[in-house]
């Protein structure tokens, strides 16, 4: 495992949260989880962003998910996700991260209100006065709202945002990224791009898969970063049928179903995800056991 400068650098992995068939969340086994990832090479956590079905966890289900896993690796390898509403609601959810020790937090724009350019600056600008390292997360497709590099050099400018998450898909971004905001870091926010964006810059990977398979995930973002493409290009190859579903709708249902076939509960979903369709699950476990079969783990 390599020394971290900075807690938002490294294989930061989005962590799926291991629900009872009753759906409540088993506290012991998501501390277990967050042990095993960093045991197998991740340099931290996230919990509570999409991966971890924040949305439909109540308020006191959502803190005590942050509370286990600091528990569990301690609070400089934990960034919680604390999207909300609005910049008050996220506030909150910074301090509460604060308060249980972590060491940053991730933060999309106004979840479900598609806020201008002026809003957006602001929500970042509330949240960052809770004193703990924001970084931003660009995910137009589900806020409706991108995060461009012009906007991300400003909220970087002001002081407000370290880093981001990217997950737009278009790794050109990188490049203008990086000339109008040199000091911001790149983090990899899809596991599809991730040898496209470790290329250009990134620092860092916010993934979902190394919950399923975190040494293989570990070695391809290491051989990426350092820019041996002899070990990460055929690797990538090997991963990316499975990959790719961390940018599909129901890639909470296939990562846990990646989970449960390599021997990590993955489990159920909370409603409004349902089990994968047929046709879907058929495509995941034939890619999951061919990954398996060629002994990555």
């Known amino acids: 495992m390599t020394t971290r400068t900075k ?5 930061m992995v989005a962590t799926a949260l291991p629900l009872d068939d009753d759906l409540s ?9 967050c042990r095993w990832l960093v045991a197998h090479g991740c340099d931290g956590v996230v919990p509570n962003g999409s991966l971890g079905e924040y949305q439909t966890l109540t308020p006191e289900e959502r803190a005590e998910v942050v509370r286990t896993a600091v528990a569990a690796v301690g609070g400089d390898r934990v960034m919680p996700g604390i999207a909300a509403y609005g910049a008050l609601e996220a506030r909150r959810w910074a301090e509460q991260a604060g308060e249980a020790g972590c060491g940053a937090v991730m933060l999309l724009p106004p979840n479900a209100y598609r806020a201008d350019e002026r809003a957006v600056i602001e929500h970042y600008r509330q ?11 660009n995910n137009p ?10 906007l991300l050099a400003r909220l970087h400018a002001e002081g407000l945002i370290v880093a981001v998450k990217e997950f737009s ?5 990188a490049y203008e990224l990086a000339e109008l905001a040199p000091g911001l870091d790149l983090l990899a926010g899809a596991d599809d791009v991730l040898l496209e964006l470790a290329v250009a810059g990134a620092v860092g990977w916010v993934a979902g898969y190394p919950n399923a398979l975190p040494e293989a995930c570990v070695t391809l973002y290491r051989a990426a970063v350092a820019g041996d493409l002899a070990t990460a290009v055929p690797l990538y190859r ?10 599909k709708t129901a890639f909470v249902q296939a990562i846990k179903l990646s989970m ?7 489990g159920p979903c909370r409603p409004p995800r349902l089990p994968l369709a047929p046709q879907d699950e058929e495509v995941v476990r034939a890619a999951t ?9």
Do not use: C, N, Q
Request: charged letters at 25%; glycine letters at 10%.
């Open 260 to 266: 449960d076939m390599a021997g990590h509960r993955g």
């Open 127 to 137: 949240v960052a006065r809770a004193g703990l390292p924001v970084v931003a997360y």
């Open 7 to 11: 807690p938002w650098h490294g294989v």
């Open 238 to 247: 090997t991963l990316h049928p499975l990959l790719r579903w961390d940018s």
């Open 141 to 150: 497709f589900d806020t409706k709202v991108d995060l461009t590099p012009a």
């Open 289 to 297: 056991e061919k990954v398996l079969a060629s002994g990555l783990r």
């Open 25 to 33: 969340i088993d506290h012991a086994a998501y501390a277990r989880h």
């Open 169 to 173: 898909g278009d790794v050109r971004r």
